[in-house]
C-alpha cells in the first residue's frame, strides 16, 4: 500500500517549545490573513522556509487554546477536536440567515415567495439523489433516472437501483426527522442505501465484519484505515449518544453549532465506515437527517453531493487533514460549510431560473384565449411542453413531480387536452398525455 501525500505536521511539545514561539505569537493567528484555515502541507509554503516550523508551532499553539472536544474519541483514545475561528463564525452566520429563514431569503428578494416554494418539490429531492448515487459510480444520465423517478418504473441495473435507493434513503430521513438516533436507524439508513446492490459484497443493513476496508485518496494512496471492526458497535452507541445529546447551550449544557453538529456526523460516519459499502450515502443521509431534526427544512433542497462530486481530492483530503493534525475536525467543518454555502449559491440560481421562465410562459399565455384559465402546474406543464415538443407525460409523473394525488394529476391533464393544448392516447390500460409539435405555434396564433 502507498503511503498518504498528506504531511503529519510538526509537533507542538509544550511548555518545552514556548521560548522557541513566544516572540512568533502576536505574528501569527489561527487562520491567515485570508481568513484560511490552513493545514501544514499548505501553510509551509506560504510563510518564510527558514521560520516554517516555528510559525507552524505558534499558530498550533493558538489553536490547541481554543479548542472544543466534542466528547468522541479515535480507537487509541485521542480526542475528535474542533475550533471556531472568526471566519467560520461568519459563514455560519450568513448560512443561519439563509437556512433558518423561508424560499425568499434564498432566491432574489424580487420574485414572491409563493411562485418559488412551488418550485421546491421533490424534483430537487430527486437531483440529489441522482448526484449521490453518481457520487458513489453511478453511470445512469439523469434525465434517464429523473423519468424512472417521476414515473415510480423499477430499477433495470444497479446503476438506476442505487439512485432509486437513495431517493428512498432522503425521503426516510425526512420521514424520521423527530426521531433519536440509534444503531437500528443507522442500519436502517443503510439497508435503504444498499438493497439490490452487490458492490463490494456489501450486505444491506449489517456492519462490516473484517478488517480488509480502507479508503484511497484517490491517486491510489491510503488516505485512512478504519478502527476494528469489533469497536464499530461500541463505537456507534458512542456515536448515537453525541447525536442525542442536548448542545443547546441553556441550563449549563455545552453548545455545537447544529451545523457543525451535523457534519460531525457525517465525519464520523466516514472515519468508522462502519460498512463495506454505501458509508458516503449513509454519512450524507445521517447529515441531512439532523439538519431537518434541528428544523433547518431548506436543507432537503440543496444538493451537497453535486458539489462534493465536482471537487472528490478536496473531500477527501479534508478528511485526511483532520485525521493527521491530531484529530482536528475544524478542516472538514470548513470544507463543508463553503459546500454548503455552494450548494445554496446553486438553489437560487436555479430558483430565480425557474421563475424567470415560468414568468415568461405564464406572461404569454396571459395573452391567449386561454387567459387566466389555467393554474400553476398547467402552466408549468405547458413550458416543459415548448421546450420539449413530443415530449410524454403521464399521470403518475405528473402526481409526482408535484406532490399532487394521481386525481388531481389526470384532472390538469385532461383539461389541457380538452383545451387542445395537449394530445391524449392509450399505452396498453393507461392515459399518457403528448405535447404536440405545433405548441408554440398555436400560442402565439391564439393571442388575444
Known amino acids: 500500500m502507498a503511503k498518504p501525500r498528506v504531511e503529519t505536521p510538526p509537533p507542538l511539545n509544550f511548555p518545552d517549545d514556548y521560548e522557541e514561539i513566544f516572540p512568533l505569537l502576536d505574528q501569527c493567528d489561527v487562520t491567515d490573513a485570508k481568513g484560511r484555515y490552513l493545514h501544514w502541507s499548505q501553510f509551509k509554503w506560504r510563510v518564510d522556509k527558514k521560520n516554517a516550523e516555528s510559525l507552524w508551532k505558534a499558530v498550533k499553539f493558538k489553536r490547541m487554546s481554543q479548542y472544543k472536544p466534542i466528547g468522541l474519541n479515535d480507537e487509541n483514545g485521542k480526542p475528535f477536536v474542533y475550533c471556531t475561528p472568526h471566519s467560520m463564525e ?247 460549510l463553503d459546500t454548503i454555502s455552494k450548494a445554496f449559491e446553486e438553489l437560487k440560481n436555479y430558483l430565480n431560473y425557474k421563475v424567470s421562465e415560468f414568468k415568461k410562459i405564464s406572461e404569454s399565455l396571459e395573452k391567449t384565449v386561454w387567459g387566466n384559465a389555467l393554474n400553476f402546474i398547467q402552466k408549468d406543464l405547458i413550458k416543459k411542453a415548448v421546450k420539449e415538443p413530443g415530449r410524454i407525460f403521464s399521470i403518475k409523473e405528473v402526481s409526482k413531480s408535484y406532490s399532487i394525488t394521481d386525481n388531481t394529476s389526470r384532472a390538469y391533464l385532461n383539461k389541457l387536452t380538452d383545451l387542445k393544448l395537449f394530445l391524449s392516447t392509450k399505452d396498453g390500460r393507461r392515459t399518457i398525455y403528448i405535447a404536440p409539435s405545433d405548441l408554440l405555434k398555436k400560442l402565439n396564433t391564439s393571442k388575444i
Not at 185 to 213: K, S
Not at 248 to 273: R, T
Request: glycine residues 6%; charged residues 25%.
Open 90 to 336: 461568519a459563514l455560519l452566520y450568513q448560512l443561519v440567515k439563509i437556512t433558518g429563514g423561508n424560499v425568499g431569503a434564498v432566491a432574489d428578494s424580487t420574485a414572491s415567495d409563493s411562485l418559488q416554494s412551488r418550485f421546491l418539490v421533490s424534483s430537487l429531492i430527486m437531483e440529489e439523489a441522482i448526484t449521490s448515487a453518481q457520487l458513489e459510480g453511478a453511470s445512469t444520465t439523469r434525465e434517464v433516472a429523473k423519468k424512472m423517478l417521476e414515473e415510480e418504473r423499477e430499477p433495470i441495473d444497479e446503476d438506476e437501483r442505487m439512485i432509486l435507493n437513495n431517493y428512498l434513503l432522503l425521503k426516510y430521513a425526512e420521514q424520521k426527522n423527530k426521531d433519536d438516533l440509534t444503531l437500528d436507524m443507522i442500519l436502517e439508513f443503510h439497508r435503504i442505501a444498499t438493497q439490490g446492490t452487490t458492490e463490494n459484497n456489501v450486505v444491506p443493513g449489517e456492519f462490516r465484519v473484517h478488517n480488509d476496508i480502507y479508503i484511497e485518496d484517490g491517486d491510489g494512496n491510503v488516505a485512512h484505515q478504519p478502527p476494528d471492526f469489533n469497536l464499530i458497535e461500541g463505537r456507534l452507541k458512542l456515536l448515537c449518544d453525541f447525536a442525542n445529546q442536548d448542545h443547546s447551550g441553556q441550563g449549563g449544557c455545552d453548545f455545537v453549532h447544529p451545523l457543525i453538529k451535523a457534519i460531525v456526523l457525517h465525519f464520523m460516519i466516514g472515519y468508522e465506515h462502519p460498512f463495506r459499502d454505501g458509508n458516503g450515502r449513509t454519512a450524507r443521509a445521517l447529515f441531512y437527517w439532523f439538519m431537518l431534526k434541528s428544523e433547518y427544512t431548506l436543507f432537503k433542497y440543496i444538493s451537497i453531493s453535486k458539489l462534493l462530486k465536482e471537487k472528490p481530492k478536496d473531500y477527501g483530503l479534508s478528511y485526511m487533514y483532520s485525521e493527521k493534525d491530531n484529530n482536528d475536525l475544524t478542516y472538514f467543518i470548513y470544507f463543508q
